[in-house]
């Protein structure tokens, strides 16, 4: 069983920055996809960026392109997500998602296999 942990969240002014990590725990990670969904309050989740773990397909929601990135350490496991300018629109809590194929459709969250708990994103106005 594959367990991922986020971190990084906090609150931050309009126009900030934040850097969010994701570490994995349990068996062998050896995913095929990676991602960042956020889900704000009574909205559903969103997909904000994704990578393939092995190759350097980047995707990314029209919203947050240009502002954040997505980025993977394939020898420490890990992944991180940096928001810059950052938004009120972008208060959300963020959750890193893997899954073992490399040919998902990266946006669709039902897709993925394995989340972290959530780390909560507030940005004030």
């Known amino acids: 069983q594959v367990r991922l942990a986020d971190s990084g969240g906090g609150l931050v002014q309009t126009g900030g920055s934040l850097r969010l990590s994701c570490a994995s725990a349990g068996r062998t990670f050896d995913p095929g996809t990676i991602a960042w969904f956020r889900q704000a309050p009574g909205k559903e989740r969103e997909f904000v960026a994704a990578v393939r773990w092995n190759v350097d397909d980047f995707f990314y929601a029209d919203s947050v392109k240009g502002r954040f990135t997505i980025s993977r350490d394939n020898v420490k496991n890990t992944m991180s997500l940096q928001m810059n300018n950052l938004k009120p629109e972008d208060t959300a809590v963020y959750h890193c998602?893997?899954?073992?194929?490399?040919?998902?459709?990266?946006?669709?969250?039902?897709?993925?296999?394995?989340w972290g708990q959530g780390t909560q994103v507030t940005v004030s106005s």
């Open positions: 998602a893997a899954d073992s194929s490399r040919t998902i459709v990266p946006y669709l969250h039902a897709n993925y296999d394995y």
